[in-house]
């Protein structure tokens, strides 16, 4: 067998979804190297400091770092590490369909670094089939690599937390892609559960459309109770107080992020567009902004009024503001409103401002993000607050 400097690289493995991953191995004693490009991620890394929220990582971080986990721009460490972890999942266009092609860049790019004796990892979300097609180019270079599908099935900003009690769906294109990467991931999971490849990319792209569709119910309720003038989280709690049967009923609010809205549009590609339910729910989430202007126009006069908008995260208590419908919300009340402010406490931006200047200028505030810094706020707030998530709990207050 071959002998590996690095028992595992995470390849792109400073981001939301490597590094916790690459922390994780680190603390368990494995001998972990991330190859990234990102010059500044790199060097905060490197100084022991987390680009980004991430429970319980800023210790292990500071253990590990220099020791049981290196980190570099170099290519390098792809051919002295035994399993390489792939971080880059499939893109899609601007008219939301898979773009394999740069994925198979990619990987063409990777194959001078590949070795006899290594096993090459998936990790990111992928249209269905790509793993076969990866294992293709690694097979036309005449590599012996063994091809594996390990979905990430974690929340971001908790992964460390759910790595040690969620079981790992691993799916090896061959019995010896398994036994290697079942291997690797059992240093970090409960429990490993098999799958062929296609069906571990199926199982990952119907979780995250799955939760956009759940989502998406909620939101379409709480437009109807809205339109029917009452408010919908009156009717939630009574439907989910003591009644098993709507456990299952998320509350409303913005469904958007990196992941949701993108896989779920994948999978109806991968389905030739009949995917109704994935289209339908697209067309809830993404419309709720547009929503909620709509009553407010209603409501108050907007023309002549200063709107804040509380947290541009896509989540709460997240510094991630990728895909955030709270962009989109700003971009429509820029047309509608006299001036639109924003505040966030995790997120810095030239044009955002701080929380307190947003609660004394707006005459109108709207929960983008429902961040535990603004629960406190309840109480004090004399001014109206639009509360689509009831944060405050006193409902969404758009009727």
Known sequence: MAEFRYDVCVVGG???????????????????????ID???????????????????????????????????????????????????????EHLNPTFHAMRRFFVSLLPHLKDGQCLILRSTVFPGATAKVRELVEASGRDVRVAFCPERVAEGHAIEEFATLPQIVAGCDDEAFAMAAELFGRISR?????????????????????YIQFATANQFFMMATDFGVDFYRIFEAMTRDYPRMAGLPRGGFAAGPCL?????????????????????????????????????????????????????????????????????????????????????????????????VLSRADLLIIGAPHREYRALGPTVAKPVIDIWNLFGKGAALT
């Open 191 to 211: 429990s490993i559960v098999r799958l062929e490849p296609v069906e571990a990319e199926l199982s990952k792209i119907f979780t995250n459309a799955w939760r």
């Open 14 to 36: 400073c981001g939301h979804v490597g590094l916790p991953l690459a922390l994780s191995f680190a603390r368990e004693g494995l001998s972990v190297s991330v190859y990234d």
């Open 39 to 93: 010059e500044e991620a790199i060097a905060t890394v490197r100084a022991g400091r987390m680009p980004f929220m991430e429970a319980g990582a800023g210790a292990i971080l500071r253990d590990v770092i220099g020791r049981s986990l290196e980190v570099a721009n170099d290519p390098g460490m792809v051919a002295a590490s035994r399993h390489i972890i792939v971080i880059i999942g499939t893109p899609v266009d």
């Open 261 to 357: 809205l993108k896989d779920t549009m994948q999978l109806a590609a991968a389905y030739e567009n009949h995917f109704a339910l994935g289209h339908a729910a697209m067309l809830v989430n993404e419309g709720l902004p547009n929503f909620i202007v709509r009553h407010l126009k209603g409501k108050y006069p907007l023309g002549t009024m200063s709107v804040g908008i509380l947290g541009m995260a896509f989540k709460a208590d997240s510094d991630d503001p990728r895909e955030s419908l709270s962009y989109k919300l700003r971009k429509i009340l820029e047309y509608e409103a006299r001036e639109v402010l924003c505040t966030d406490p995790h997120i810095e931006a030239p044009s955002f401002l701080p929380l307190d200047e």
